[in-house]
């Protein structure tokens, strides 16, 4: 305790402060995407495969397949016509290693000037960050869930090789084709609702309970990263249908017409909003310890130097 009340006390202010955060938050970025990245993936899968959605239910305007794996069982590591797991799970793995970056830069980033330098309730700091990455990297989030469910092959022959070479060249492409702030609506809403509400929990639980191991701990880095473990599976244990809803609403290709949040719910039973649960929660506590680990080692080192 008496180690970071020296460093509550030694902590610089204005720009610095700031730029320390976005880069203690860039570092909770790189280990929560390349920790929970295979998780994330087949979480998407769960989520947007096996039809989920109804099309006559939804009554879109172009009829499309949901997921390419609507008619396929669960059987993972032959999805993709035989890719194996690595492949598959690592799919598009340079998009959300960018996005993840920049979204925790801005949202540890946002929490810690807040929280750590304005004293903001955590919860409110959490929500306000949560709002802010949302609204700037909504087009980030669906080109993750687009890699993720292989749609940025529809439109060129079948490969079953990762696509880190051309993967700038089509998503330049799709905002060339289909304007910023068509990409950038999709899905908006949602995502704006789930970060803001997941975000305010996020941090308030993280708070709370890192300051409760420490006291019985006495040690920073072992009760920050129970914390974040802890964290992220109550987190995503009351959130995840949020992100259902989300995953359906931007796994639909670009040239389709997405359902609405309501046109979602009313055709997604209770327990397809959990669809996905179990490979969300394995994703939670690894990734969550290690990007919350990073971020506080980082941002006490660089308090030190």
């Not at 172009?62 to 008619?71: G, Y």
């Not at 389709?256 to 397809?272: A, G, W, Y």
Request: glycine fraction near 8%; hydrophobic fraction near 40%.
């Amino acid at each position: 305790m008496k180690h970071e009340e020296q460093t509550k006390r030694g902590r610089p202010k204005g720009s610095k402060a700031i730029v320390n955060h976005l880069i203690s938050g860039t570092s909770g970025g790189i280990g929560l995407a390349i920790v929970g990245h295979p998780f994330d993936t087949l979480k998407t899968f769960y989520q947007t495969q096996h039809g989920q959605l109804n099309e006559n239910k939804l009554k879109l305007k172009h009829k499309t397949s949901i997921s390419p794996f609507k008619n396929s069982k669960l059987r993972i590591p032959k999805l993709y016509n035989g890719e194996n797991l690595l492949h598959m799970v690592y799919r598009g793995l340079a998009p959300p290693l960018l996005m993840s970056t920049a979204m925790c830069a801005i949202t540890l980033g946002t929490y810690g000037v807040l929280h750590d330098d304005y004293n903001v309730n955590p919860v409110i700091a959490g929500s306000f960050a949560g709002f802010t990455a949302a609204i700037l990297l909504n087009p980030f989030q669906l080109m993750k869930v687009q890699f993720q469910l292989g749609n940025h092959y529809l439109n060129e022959s079948v490969s079953r090789k990762l696509p880190f070479g051309r993967g700038v060249k089509w998503v330049v492409s799709q905002f060339k084709e289909h304007g910023m702030f068509t990409i950038w609506k999709r899905g908006i809403w949602i995502t704006c609702a789930r970060d803001v509400v997941g975000r305010g929990i996020y941090f308030g639980t993280y708070d709370y309970l890192k300051t409760k191991f420490n006291m019985k701990m006495n040690s920073i880095w072992l009760s920050s990263w129970l914390a974040g473990g802890t964290t992220g599976i109550i987190t995503w244990s009351i959130m995840l249908p949020l992100d259902t809803i989300k995953s359906n609403i931007q796994a639909i290709p670009f040239h389709k017409d997405p359902p609405s949040i309501l046109q979602v719910i009313r055709s997604t039973s209770i327990s397809r909003m959990y669809a996905g649960f179990f490979p969300a929660i394995l994703r939670s506590f690894p990734a969550n310890a290690v990007s919350l680990l990073c971020y506080e080692y980082t941002s006490r080192y660089l308090l030190q130097h």
